[in-house]
């Protein structure tokens, strides 16, 4: 499949901006329609509504059940005490997920890509999430970037089987 490259700046900058809106969107709550207005686009540019939809909707379930978990296990401190993660952060999961197929699957193989794409990339986006959002981490800023290194390393593999699994399907 031929990808077009402005098709790929387009889905990261679609990307950058929903993460900024979300980060932000604690102190702006109508900043939330940016990310769903990005979503929304880029689904209008992908080939298979069904099998991206499918993608979307479990790396938003998986993603915000670690999230929940890494909360309860105390990385996170949202001010308040919470079951779940806040919506903003949920968000940021089908936002990565619109990467995957596209502006990020140089990621995909060889497997150590996406391994290391997560155990960099991921820790530092937690860390300016949360510097601005307000979010704060209990357990010390380098204890919680290390651990969310380990976890991302296994985490992006998985998310980009979860890509292929889903562009494999559409594709029979």
């Avoid at 207005?37 to 099998?51: F, M």
């Amino acid at each position: 499949m031929k990808r077009s490259t402005h098709k790929l700046i387009a889905n990261a900058l679609l990307f950058q901006l929903g993460w900024f809106a979300c980060v932000f969107s604690p102190a702006h709550p109508g900043l939330l329609l940016v990310p769903l207005l990005a979503l929304g686009i880029h689904l209008t540019w992908v080939s298979s509504w069904a099998a991206e939809g499918k993608l979307l909707v479990s790396v938003l379930l998986v993603g915000s059940a670690l999230d929940s978990f890494l909360l309860h296990l105390g990385l996170f401190d949202f001010g308040q005490p919470r079951l779940l993660i806040p919506l903003w952060l949920a968000l940021l999961w089908p936002l990565l997920a619109s990467t995957l197929n596209h502006s990020l699957a140089w990621t995909a193989r060889p497997w150590w890509r996406a391994s290391l794409l997560g155990a960099i990339g991921a820790p530092l986006s937690y860390y300016a999430g949360a510097q601005l959002a307000g979010v704060g981490l209990p357990l010390g800023t380098w204890q919680t970037l290390a651990l969310l290194a380990v976890i991302w390393a296994l985490v992006m593999p998985l998310l980009q089987a979860f890509a292929r699994l889903y562009r494999l399907q559409a594709a029979r």
